[in-house]
């Protein structure tokens, strides 16, 4: 089984974390977070993954030297212009020459979902693409779905309704099972949304499914998540995921407070300083009495 992770995006809402540093190359619980998401698919039965990038991969080569991802080989492709979600997923695919089912995720999302129920799922009731379900209190952000709960088919997509108009609290969750048809469902030569017009064209044809699951799931695109990620896998939340709250080599001053903080590899830690619901990334000085309150 082949995964296209999607990892194009420019990361504006955490600039400037990501001036120079793509979103999926931050780290979370002391290692890339595009580590953390390749592991999960190497769990659900992942054998090599391709990159769909949308500029050059020079940190991405740089973070993995050897061409190997969480013990997984790793191919770049490089979209010569924006080709958005659907776009990108056909560059990918294509460049990467996959011709039978394979998986398509976002770097930015990270979950405990059991990736091999989600494929046996879709090979059991013959779908051409299913979606990985979860459930939130304000959908209004995200793809928003309609499933039959006798057949698992999807009825609606409905990407970013408005504020109190979703039909469901059940989104996209950033994970698929694609049949290589989903392919041809694409253009080439422009740019193509996979909700806005993949999706609802097949729920059209009724050949779009849904799985809903209740695993620990979070979207990592704000900086306050992009904490929540770093204190979760310190706190021991995720079934899989787990980071000691101070990095290697960190060094942190014997009176400093560390209250549900993330000291990263390397960071230093001034004396009589208080870490509250922070992350230190690698290398990061706080100096002497510093007060740091959900913060980077």
Avoid at 43 to 62: I, K, N, Q, S, Y
Avoid at 257 to 268: C, P, Q
Wanted: glycine fraction near 10%.
């Amino acid at each position: 089984m082949r995964a296209v992770v999607l990892v194009g995006g420019f990361g504006t809402r955490l600039r400037p974390l990501t001036t120079s540093t793509p979103k999926p190359m931050l780290p979370v619980g002391h290692r890339p977070m595009i580590e953390v998401v390749v592991d999960q698919l190497a769990r659900g039965g992942v054998t090599d993954v391709v990159l769909a990038l949308g500029f050059a991969p020079g940190p991405f080569r740089e973070g993995f030297p050897d061409g190997f991802c969480a013990g997984l080989p790793l191919t770049y492709a490089v979209e010569p212009e924006p080709l958005d979600t659907a776009g990108a997923v056909r560059f990918a695919a294509e460049f990467a020459e996959i011709d039978d089912t394979f998986l398509v995720v976002n770097g930015d999302i990270l979950s405990d979902v059991d990736v091999a129920a989600l494929v046996g799922f879709h090979r059991r009731h013959g779908a051409e693409a299913t979606l990985h379900l979860t459930s939130v209190a304000d959908p209004s952000s995200f793809g928003v779905v309609v499933v039959d709960p006798a057949s698992g088919r999807v009825e609606r997509f409905v990407e970013k309704p408005a504020p109190g108009t979703a039909p469901s609290n059940l989104i996209n969750a950033g994970l698929y099972v694609f049949e290589p048809s989903v392919l041809g469902r694409i253009p080439s030569g422009r740019k193509v949304s996979v909700e806005r017009e993949t999706f609802p064209a097949m729920v059209a044809d009724g050949t779009l499914f849904g799985l809903a699951t209740d695993d620990y799931w979070l979207d990592t695109g704000q900086p306050h998540l992009y904490i929540q990620a770093n204190l979760d896998s310190a706190a021991g939340v995720r079934r899989h995921e787990h980071c000691r709250p101070i990095g290697v080599g960190a060094t942190v001053a014997a009176d400093a407070v560390l209250d549900a903080s993330v000291v990263g590899n390397g960071a230093t830690v001034g004396a009589g300083v208080r870490l509250e619901r922070s992350v230190l990334l690698p290398g990061a000085v706080v100096e002497d009495a510093a007060h740091l309150v959900d913060s980077v």
